[in-house]
């Protein structure tokens, strides 16, 4: 197996289910209020004073808010790119959310490094291969 096929390998697998869909499989029956999202790509912006901004990539601003765990999950659920989502109207069952696909990730990402390394004992190119992996999906770990 070349490198090359591993990544499809995976691509493929994270593709037919593997990945959980963000929120949709962490959400379950909370209380949510809806939240237009601009259909433009959006990234972390600046942090200053304890405020998190999200940005479009115009540079424009989507939001300013005090919750880290809400700009990450706003991040997070713009990999499907929908107009718009459903946000948690309780901070702390927003914030084990995120933790909760957080820990989906890094367990995925561990999975990926032991397979890796299983198939390619002498490479040493799996934060390569990881971030060509989740590029192509649109995937990000904040």
């Known amino acids: ?12 697998k ?13 959400i379950g029956e909370t209380d949510c209020q809806d939240f ?5 790509n959006i990234h972390m912006g600046e942090e200053l004073f304890g405020s998190y901004e999200l940005i479009d990539s115009d540079g424009n601003s989507v ?8 700009a990450k999950y706003i991040l997070y659920s713009c990999r499907e ?5 459903k946000i948690p109207s309780d901070e702390q069952k927003l914030n084990e959310i995120v933790k909760n696909y957080e820990k989906h990730l890094d367990s995925l990402i561990r999975e990926l490094e032991k397979q890796y390394t299983t198939t390619f004992p002498k490479q040493k190119n799996f934060f390569a291969i990881s971030n060509n992996i989740f590029n192509s999906l649109n995937l990000k770990r904040y």
């Open 1 to 12: 197996m070349t490198e090359k096929e591993f990544i499809a390998e995976w691509i493929e």
């Open 14 to 26: 994270l593709k037919a289910g593997y990945l959980k869909k963000f929120p949709d499989e962490f």
């Open 36 to 40: 237009q999202l601009p259909m433009k």
């Open 63 to 70: 939001l300013v808010t005090n919750s880290q765990a809400k």
């Open 81 to 85: 790119k929908r107009p718009v989502i």
